[in-house]
């Protein structure tokens, strides 16, 4: 459960996390990974369903536009509805990276046989998870206090967690 109440010794870091479309189009699934999220002490920044054009895809994927896989990822990231998160704790980023485990499914069913991908994951692409850095200085001034001091409660109604004072 994440501590609400007291102080945590570091800053919280933020990660985005994006439940891709082969998670969310199976109810039961996206509810599983919702609720390993949340126990894995993660709160819940920001929580958002979205769907991408393909413009958005290869945007967001701009990086890789020379890569052999760029294609068929833009397909099938905006091949139907996603749910975005922006979670926190301390080393969010590395612990996000760990939860998912490796991008390969293959290897990930070897080597972290308790990650997301390699519980859920089907191919190398789709494999129900992203995770990327996030740093949102906003954040850090406003609202990261009160995630670090406990002040926040978690809003069923939304999803997230919240500063107690914005709720």
Known sequence: MLQTTGRLSKALQLTLAVIKPDAIAH???????????????????????????????ERFYAEH????????????????????YILAREDAIRHWRDLMGPTKVFQARYTS????????????????????DFNVEQW?????????????????EDQIHKPLSLS
């Open 27 to 57: 109810p039961l699934m996206s509810e599983a990974l919702h609720q390993t999220i949340l126990d894995n002490n993660f709160a819940i920044v920001r929580c958002k369903d979205l769907v991408w054009r393909k413009q958005d895809s």
């Open 65 to 84: 536009s020379d890569r052999f896989f760029y294609q068929r990822l833009v397909e099938f990231m905006s091949s139907g509805p996603m749910r975005a």
């Open 113 to 132: 046989p308790a990650s997301i991908r390699a519980r859920f994951g089907l191919t190398d692409t789709r494999n129900t998870t992203h995770g990327s």
């Open 140 to 156: 850090i001034e406003k609202e990261e206090p009160f995630f670090r001091s406990g002040h926040i409660r978690y809003d069923d």
